[in-house]
């Protein structure tokens, strides 16, 4: 009899355990459809393309590290917010994917994981992306603690302490969300955002705004673009087997406040 009251409570314990270390067990994997489409890479494109900025960049605020003497020693010089990152005319940070246009296609989940660092006191990289049911890896590099805020709405909200230099916590997500914003909840200037979706066909711009979205399959797409401050564009762009489609997006800058 005792011995079985015992395995359902390990079991528990264990599930319990996982979940304040920060766990995430992944969700169980289904099948694809019989009928799935796959890509067939010899035949697919590309669209590439950069995402501009109209008008003058605002300057980004600068960050209050006072409150943790640790932060403050990794940036002698200040630091301040990534709201607008921009070189040469082109908008970095921008998070660019398939929006619609695959509706059959199943992708497998890459088994390759993601990193999302502390470093510093801030996250790295600002701005990322992540397929559903792929490993999302979020790591503490700083010697001091965070605390790791995952704001889903789409996918469950978490919350999971890191109190030292080398601690990670593996997340998973089954549903798209574009975007899911990330905190920390003991420096409260800490944001990250994470893009979800179900495929490949995703990128953050950089290098002056730059993008690329490969072995994308024949079809007609609406492409987004999304950026934390500017909100969203979408374009449809039609793509023919083998063919490179340039796109480029524009964002209007936001107006300078009058003066007094």
């Known amino acids: 009899m005792a011995l079985n009251h015992f395995r359902p409570l390990t079991a528990v314990a264990i599930f319990t355990l996982l979940t304040a270390c920060g766990g995430s067990p992944a969700p169980a994997s289904s099948a694809p459809p019989a009928d799935a489409k796959r890509v067939d890479v010899s035949k697919a494109g590309t669209v590439s393309g950069r995402v501009m900025l109209d008008g003058a960049a605002p300057a980004n605020p ?4 006072a409150a943790d003497p640790y932060c403050v020693q990794q940036h002698p010089k200040g630091a301040t917010f990534e709201n607008f990152v921009v070189d040469d005319g082109g908008l970095e940070n921008v998070f660019v994917y398939v929006k619609d246009g695959l509706d059959g296609y199943y992708f497998e989940p890459p088994t390759e994981s993601v990193t999302l660092d502390q470093q510093g006191c801030q996250y790295r990289p600002h701005v990322l992306g992540v397929q559903t049911g792929q490993k999302l890896q979020i790591s503490n590099s700083d010697d001091t603690l965070h605390n790791v805020h995952g704001m889903g709405q789409a996918n469950q909200e978490f919350n999971a302490q890191q109190q030292m230099k080398h601690i990670t916590t593996d997340k998973v997500f089954a549903k798209r969300e574009v975007m899911m ?32 979205l ?10 987004e673009a999304w950026h934390e401050k500017l909100g969203t564009q979408t374009q449809s762009v039609t793509l023919a087997e083998k063919a490179s489609k340039p796109l480029t ?3 209007k800058a936001p107006a300078a406040p009058a003066a007094n």
Not at 214 to 222: H, S
């Open 214 to 223: 490969k072995n994308l399959p024949a079809g007609t797409y609406t492409v």
């Open 62 to 65: 600068p960050v209050k590290l």
């Open 249 to 251: 997006f524009t964002f």
């Open 181 to 212: 914003p990330f905190k920390c909840d003991v420096h409260s200037w800490m944001h990250a955002f994470v893009g979800v979706v179900e495929h490949p066909y995703f990128a953050v711009t950089h290098d002056g705004g730059k993008f690329e």
